[in-house]
Nanobody, 122 residues
């Protein structure tokens, strides 16, 4: 059972930057695909970005050219570098992991989820 712990959220002004981190309890086939999602209360969860074990990356159109997803398997860590943040980026951000999730991102039901980290842009 993979455990995921996010950190790095906070409050920032428009055009500011944040870096989110997600530490996984293991690197295995269960973490072939790792992704970031976000959700605003009362709205559907939105896929932000995903990266597979080969480094293939997919972004939501709303964050392209502003956000960068990366992973460091030696540190069991997934990152999301967020630049030029906008108020509409305000949400709870969740890390997710799955063996095959990247093949069906963002609609796949990922097996493992973190508890989330809040990002607020004003």
């Amino acid at each position: 059972h993979v455990q995921l712990v996010e950190s790095g959220g906070g409050s920032v002004q428009s055009s500011g930057s944040l870096r989110l981190s997600c530490v996984a309890s293991e690197v295995s086939s269960s973490t072939n695909c790792m992704a970031w999602f976000r959700q605003i209360p009362g709205k559907e969860r939105e896929g932000v970005a995903a990266i597979d074990s080969d480094g293939q990356i997919t972004y939501a159109d709303s964050v392209k050219a502003r956000f960068t997803i990366s992973r460091d398997n030696a540190k069991n860590t997934l990152y999301l570098h967020m630049n030029n943040l906008k108020p509409e980026d305000t949400a709870m951000y969740f890390c997710a992991a799955d063996e095959i999730g990247c093949d069906y991102w963002p609609l796949h039901e990922y097996n493992y989820w973190g508890q989330g980290t809040q990002v607020t842009v004003s």
